[in-house]
């Protein structure tokens, strides 16, 4: 079993920067790969974000490239989202999720533990 907790969503204005926390407890061989998705009202949950928790790589979608990164504190089991230049379609909830892995996909099947989710509002 893995918990994940995530933290850090808000309201902000386009062009601000928001920094989420998901942090992670229970079975580590279920968590090799962490991710942060997103889903807006009346739209399917989309990847953001992945990090490989040993080997450190990071995916990201296309829309978020530049402007968002992932990072982890191995020491506190907790993964990061820095997310800056926001904008209006930034807005949802944004969910931490572990898969055992090896490979990091950004597509949620395959995810088999989720967080209760953090809401990011920005308003233009």
């Known amino acids: 079993q893995v918990q994940l907790v995530e933290s850090g969503g808000g309201s902000v204005q386009a062009g601000g920067s928001l920094r989420l926390s998901c942090a992670a407890s229970?079975?580590?061989?279920?968590?090799?790969?962490l991710g942060w998705f997103r889903q807006a009202p009346g739209k399917e949950r989309e990847g953001v974000a992945t990090?490989?928790?040993?080997?450190?790589?990071?995916g990201y979608a296309d829309s978020v490239k530049g402007r968002f990164t992932i990072s982890q504190d191995n020491a506190k089991n907790t993964v990061y989202l820095q997310m800056n230049s926001l904008k209006p379609e930034d807005t949802g909830m944004y969910y931490c999720?572990?898969?055992?892995?090896?490979?990091?996909?950004?597509?949620?099947?395959?995810?088999?533990?989720w967080g209760q989710g953090t809401q990011v509002t920005v308003s233009s």
């Open positions: 229970g079975d580590t061989a279920s968590r090799n790969c």
């Open positions: 990090i490989h928790t040993a080997s450190g790589g990071k």
């Open positions: 999720a572990a898969d055992s892995g090896p490979f990091c996909y950004l597509r949620e099947s395959g995810y088999n533990y």
